[in-house]
């Protein structure tokens, strides 16, 4: 028996504690793009892109009005959201600057082309589309070798 996830597991949704479920809904849906599915009123809300029940789910059951947890302490560090391709991830970078939202960063990983930011509660989300599997840098034994490159931001802005 082995005890290796089969290969065609994925992570199905991430569910978050936010203070304010409107202003995380303002980001989730109105800058990052994704779907309102159900709302229970003012205390939870799941979204999704391109039908799925859920990707996201968002409660305050825990945290309404309450301040982020400190840098430097356990939890989640981000959530990556991948995008289809780098018009997609172009368009979701330009609605996050209009929104006024600071860019922590930017990366090229080989693997894939990445933006780090904040959502209103102070989680990392990482916005990212893959390369295709054999544009992969490998090793010279076929090993995958992710790089941390620089991605050119202003580059990308001209995909939107």
């Known amino acids: ?12 949704h991430v569910h978050l504690k936010v203070a304010d479920l409107d202003r995380a809904i303002e980001f989730y849906s109105g800058v990052l793009g994704f779907e309102v599915t ?10 999704s892109a391109g039908g799925y029940h859920h990707h996201i789910g968002l409660n ?3 945290s309404a009005g309450a301040q982020p947890p400190p840098p430097g302490h356990p939890g989640l560090y ?6 289809p391709d780098r018009k997609s991830l172009a368009q979701v970078l330009q ?19 990445a933006i780090y930011l904040r959502d209103p509660d102070q989680n990392g989300v990482e916005l990212c589309r893959d390369r295709p599997e054999a544009e992969w840098p490998r090793d010279v034994e076929g090993k995958l ?9 202003r ?3 001209t995909e939107a």
């Not at 609605?95 to 082309?113: L, T």
């Not at 070798?145 to 931001?153: C, E, I, K, Q, Y």
């Open 1 to 12: 028996m082995s005890s290796l996830a089969p290969a065609a597991t994925r992570v199905g």
């Open 60 to 62: 305050t059951w825990e």
């Open 155 to 157: 580059k990308l802005l």
């Open 145 to 153: 070798a992710m790089v941390n490159s620089r991605f050119d931001l």
């Open 95 to 113: 609605r996050a600057i209009s929104a006024g939202i600071p860019i922590d960063g930017a990366a090229d990983h080989g693997v894939s082309e």
């Open 78 to 83: 981000h959530t990556a959201f991948l995008y």
């Open 38 to 47: 159900q709302r229970y009123g003012p205390q939870a809300a799941f979204l």
